[in-house]
C-alpha cells in the first residue's frame, strides 16, 4: 500500500522559511516522478512544483520560481519543498504527490496525472 505522508508545516511569519517533507512508502520511490500541489481556501488545488524520477528535471509554478526548492532524496525515499519568502498568498495545505510507474515531470503538471496523493500539511503565513 502506498503511503506519502507529509510534514513541516505550521505557522510563519511574512518573510520566513519552511521545509516540507515527504516520506514514502509502498512503492519504488525512485521510479516516480514527484510533485508539491497547494490548495488555498475556497480555491482549487494547484501545481507548485515537480521532479523528475532521478532529480534531473524540476518544474515550478510561476508563482512560487525563484523562492521555493524542490528535491528528493532516492536513498531515504523522501521528497522536500524549501520554501523561501513566504508571503500571506502562500496560505495553503500543500499536498505531496506521486505520478505512474515511470512518470515525467511533464505528466504530473495536473491532478489527472496524479496517482497517489498524501493527505495533506497546513501552512499559515501571517502578515
Known amino acids: 500500500q502506498v503511503q506519502l505522508v507529509e510534514s513541516g508545516g505550521g505557522l510563519v511569519q511574512a518573510g520566513g522559511s519552511l521545509r516540507l517533507s515527504c516520506a514514502a512508502s509502498g512503492l519504488t520511490f525512485s521510479l516516480y516522478a514527484m510533485g508539491w500541489f497547494r490548495q488555498a481556501p475556497g480555491k482549487e488545488r494547484e501545481i507548485v512544483a515537480a521532479?523528475?524520477?532521478?532529480?534531473?528535471?524540476?518544474y515550478y509554478a510561476d508563482s512560487v520560481k525563484g523562492r521555493f526548492t524542490i528535491s528528493r532524496d532516492n536513498a531515504k525515499n523522501t521528497l522536500f519543498l524549501q520554501m523561501n519568502s513566504l508571503q500571506p498568498v502562500d496560505t495553503a495545505v500543500y499536498y505531496c504527490?506521486?505520478?505512474?510507474?515511470?512518470?515525467?515531470?511533464?505528466?504530473?503538471?495536473?491532478?489527472?496525472?496524479?496517482?497517489?496523493w498524501g493527505k495533506g500539511t497546513l501552512v499559515t503565513v501571517s502578515s
Open positions: 504527490a506521486a505520478g505512474g510507474l515511470f512518470s515525467s515531470v511533464s505528466s504530473i503538471k495536473t491532478e489527472g496525472g496524479i496517482h497517489y
Open positions: 521532479i523528475s524520477r532521478s532529480a534531473d528535471s524540476t
